[in-house]
């Protein structure tokens, strides 16, 4: 490769070859990199709570919390390289990510672990909302790899959201 490469040079040295065409990549990818932007500020809302959750549920919220967030850590090289195999490019920084994510952060001193665990509910049915319209992306351009990803992490995401429900539960029983 000519190694005076400019910037325009580099940026085709990134372009994977894919049968998908250059709309489908440039819509598709959109889409994966502001999932992949939103499930980075989930994990460490996750993670935020999971270092700081306190009270009689302790060991409950702080285990149930920490498998969360290696679940939705799981999904982010997967999201990345994803967006890489279509010939796009992907998410670069923690700066990157705070500009795509439309899951806020939480940086309140303390939370109780009841608004903790309702928080993640919402930020979770977000993502879910988030992934049904990478669906529709993916559908529109016959993506069916990329839609075949996002149905497994739905259902996971609605798992999470069962498990916040269900423990939450327990709290308002005044237990
Ligand atoms: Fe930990």
């Known amino acids: 490769m000519d190694t005076k490469s400019t910037s325009s040079s580099g940026t085709a040295a990134l372009k994977t070859p894919s049968s998908l065409g250059t709309n489908a990549v440039r819509d598709v990818s959109g889409a994966f990199n502001a999932l992949l932007a939103d499930t980075f500020a989930l994990y460490m809302k996750t993670k935020n709570f999971h270092w700081h959750v306190s009270g009689p549920h302790f060991r409950d919220y702080h285990l149930l919390l920490d498998e969360q967030a290696s679940q939705i850590f799981a ?5 990345a390289e994803r ?5 796009g490019s992907t998410l670069r920084s923690i700066g990157h990510v705070a500009r795509l994510q439309s899951i806020k952060d939480n940086d309140a001193e303390f939370v109780t672990p009841l608004d ?3 928080e993640l509910r919402e930020d979770n049915a977000q ?3 988030r992934m049904r319209e990478t669906h529709g992306v993916c559908d529109v351009h016959s993506d069916v790899a990329g839609a ?3 149905e497994n992490w739905i259902g996971e995401a609605e798992g999470r959201i069962w498990f916040l429900f269900e423990a939450s539960r327990r709290g308002n029983s005044g237990e």
């Open 127 to 129: 993502l879910v909302a």
């Open 83 to 87: 967006v890489r195999k279509l010939g």
């Open 116 to 118: 903790m665990l309702a």
């Open 148 to 150: 075949s990803l996002l």
């Open 75 to 79: 999904t982010t090289d997967t999201i």
